[in-house]
């Protein structure tokens, strides 16, 4: 005959949540801001590589903080990699522009 214990065994507890992954942070920002860097050049034909990096490779990396699950680091890298660089390509014609004019005069 088999016997059943009289108690039912415990429920195993559910492995501990680990923190999300913010190896990627740090090079988003930095990232961001040779790209803005880049776009205040006053060097003609120097925006779009400013804007890919800025833009472009900034957006991307801050879909991947926020895929691993940093949402508000994620959103604030991708609001200010779409934002921030239009405000600094913006800013870098401005600079060209004072740069062509003082040239001239």
Do not use: H
């Not at 803005?36 to 779009?48: D, E």
């Not at 490779?57 to 508000?72: P, Q, Y």
């Amino acid at each position: 005959m088999i016997e059943t214990p009289d108690t039912p065994p415990a429920p195993a507890q559910p492995p501990a949540p680990s923190p999300p992954d913010t190896s990627l942070v740090k090079p988003a920002w930095l990232v961001i801001f040779a790209g803005w860097a880049i776009l205040l050049l006053p060097v003609p034909f120097t925006a779009w590589i400013g804007w890919s990096v800025a833009c472009v490779g900034g957006s991307v990396l801050a879909t991947v903080n926020l895929a691993r699950g940093l949402v508000g680091t994620g959103l604030a890298q991708l609001a200010c990699a779409v934002v921030g660089s239009f405000v600094f390509y913006w800013l870098g014609l401005a600079i060209l522009a004072g740069a062509v004019v003082s040239v001239l005069s």
